[in-house]
């Protein structure tokens, strides 16, 4: 290991063009935009989209909002964007999102270093300049000393693959890529394929509107109430005066949510007691009822299975029809397991008589058909598919463009097994490249992550210039070291023994089907703790020069 004093350093004469590029108009490309432009540098971000807002802007389907309050979502670096934006409900819809982040963009002018319609397809690192030439589409380059992915861990949908996908003669859409003009589903025959977090929303927001709708389900969620409210002047006054008790709380929590983990196991209270507790969770706001919960749920078999049991009832109680109740009740993962879907009224949707359960598990499909589509049992006629399909979630994004380090080496080639990260931000022979929430970061509540991540990524490199440095790389020996302590926080987790985007598990993706650790599951104080450390101490870890 070296640092900036012990370095000889070779002298570099082609100066890039910028100092950072930033892969990403998202809620972390922007801030760290903002950042890096705060401190002087000259800065590039490359946006695929026409708009700034990320997931928001790619996201557009029905029902699309927060899972997280609205409030705790936002940024928290500036006090005037806290004063002067009112969030109208407790948990925003995806327009006002989208609408929040063009504010921001707008507020701070961010948007004339902003490049749309800029897909970016290679990234290579050349040693002789030190420097990263990162090439879009229609092949312009450009140079920067540094190279900052904001490419978020949910952004490269996956369509199923199922024999006759392009044959349908009827509209489809893949949620995360929405038209930006209304669908009409009056009188439509429609289908939901995928009942995850954003299947639930499309579902129980479109039932309603369509003519009927069928929904095919492989493996059910457990989802508990959102319970989103309007915010009324009132409160929306409490909620600006409480901002720094907030943020701070944030700051606290396991994940940056504002819900933390009950000190208490599942069996330290009574039945009685333990059912009063599950009782009001269920009624109240959020993801109380998941990450607020008995602190071993998510560890202990059996503590899981009282939450499951619990919600398995209501599902009993909300869905009329036992048989499709059942259908609904997950028996391959208990409570939790999963990222936990929040929904409004989604299990009755199921009472409704146009609306109906297809368990593709029993009855699986075989093809889609130019008409619809025809399962082992029955051809179904549509006028519109949706595929609420999912993602290749964390390292997909990362694998679509051809990243190339200092030995010509491919990041995809070295992730093959499972991603491999120095703090989930530098890797090993990728000098001077920088990720804000890729793999082995802490996500949680994400842009409470992505602040912090942002300032330490923006720290990094305002050290590289106090100190004239032009390289920066994490060692193997400091890659190997945090990808063991990731992998070894997430022994004993429920959720790392079950299939999900979470472990990297993605059915419509080769080379996707065996579990990895691809996510930080410590808490996010500690990730914190741990990446202040290594700032404090000069980046000794890092390779310098
Ligand atoms: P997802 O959780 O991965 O769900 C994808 C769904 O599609 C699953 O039900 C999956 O079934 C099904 N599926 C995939 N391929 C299929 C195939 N070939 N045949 C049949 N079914 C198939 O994806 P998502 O719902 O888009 O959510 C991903 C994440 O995005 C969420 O967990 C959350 O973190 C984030 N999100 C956040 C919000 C919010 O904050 N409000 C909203 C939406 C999404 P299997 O389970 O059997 O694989």
């Known amino acids: 290991m070296a640092n900036a004093s012990q370095t000889e350093r070779p002298q570099t004469t082609a100066v890039p063009e910028y100092d950072a590029v930033i892969i990403g108009a998202g809620m972390s490309g922007l801030y760290q935009l903002y950042r890096l432009r705060e401190q002087g540098f000259r800065v590039r971000v490359l946006e695929a989209g026409t708009e700034v807002g990320g997931t928001w802007y790619w996201n557009r389907y029905p029902g699309a909002r927060f899972d997280s309050e609205s409030y705790s979502y936002g940024y928290s670096f500036s006090k005037e964007l806290l004063e002067e934006w009112d969030w109208s409900e407790h948990f925003a819809g995806q327009p006002e999102t989208l609408r929040y982040l063009q504010h921001v963009a ?5 948007r004339r270093d902003i490049q749309f319609r800029s897909w970016v397809t290679a990234a290579i690192y050349q040693e002789d300049t030190q420097s990263w030439t990162i090439t879009l589409e229609d092949g312009i380059s450009f140079r920067a000393r540094f190279l900052i992915t904001a490419i978020g861990p949910l952004s490269t949908p996956t369509l199923p693959r ?13 949620t995360a890529r929405w038209p930006h003009e209304p669908v009409d589903f009056a009188g439509k025959r429609v289908t939901v394929i995928g009942t995850g977090a954003t299947g639930v929303q499309t579902i129980q927001t479109i039932a309603g509107s369509v003519g009927h709708l069928t929904v095919f389900q492989r493996t059910p969620n457990w989802c508990a109430p959102l319970h989103n409210g309007k915010i009324d002047a009132e409160t929306q006054q409490k909620i600006k005066a409480g901002y720094p008790e907030m943020f701070a709380r944030c700051q606290e929590t396991f994940a940056c949510f504002l819900h933390t983990p009950d000190p208490r196991s599942a069996f330290e209270v009574s039945d009685e007691e333990r059912e009063a507790f599950y009782e009001k969770l269920y009624g109240e706001r959020g993801f109380g009822i998941w990450q607020g919960n008995f602190r071993d749920i998510l560890i202990d078999r059996k503590a899981n299975a009282t939450i499951s049991d619990f919600v398995a009832r209501k599902i009993r109680t909300r869905v009329k029809d036992q048989k499709v109740a059942e259908k609904l009740i997950p028996k391959n993962h208990g409570f939790g397991t999963r ?11 199921y009472n409704r008589d146009n609306v109906e359960l297809v368990d593709i598990t029993s009855t699986p499909i075989e093809r889609i058909t130019p008409e619809g589509i025809k399962t082992s049992a029955k051809e179904y006629e549509f006028d519109i598919i949706i595929f609420a399909t999912g993602f290749d979630a964390i390292t997909g994004s990362f694998d679509k463009i051809d990243f190339r380090g200092a030995d010509g080496a491919r ?24 990720m804000l929430m890729g793999p082995h970061t802490a996500l949680g509540n994400i842009p409470r992550s992505i602040e912090y991540s942002v300032d330490w990524v923006t720290g990094l490199i305002r050290f590289a210039q106090e100190n004239n440095l032009t390289r920066l790389e994490a060692t193997s020996a400091g890659v190997a070291s945090w990808t063991d302590h990731v992998k070894a926080l997430g022994v004993g987790l429920l959720s790392n023994e079950v299939n999900s985007w979470m472990t990297g598990i993605n059915s419509n993706v080769e080379g996707k089907q065996t579990r990895i650790v691809a996510r930080y599951s410590g808490s996010a104080p500690a990730y914190r703790a741990r990446c202040d450390e290594v700032a404090a101490k000069g980046y000794d870890e890092l390779r310098l020069g």
């Open 339 to 349: 990222r936990l879907p929040l929904e409004t009224f989604y299990y009755e949707v």
């Open 411 to 434: 990041l995809k080639d070295k992730w093959t097994h499972g991603p491999q990260t120095y703090l989930g931000i530098m890797v090993d022979g990728f000098p001077n490249m920088m």
């Open 106 to 110: 707008d507020k701070f002018d961010l």
């Open 162 to 174: 199922i024999e006759g996908r392009d044959s349908f003669k009827g509209q489809s859409f893949h």
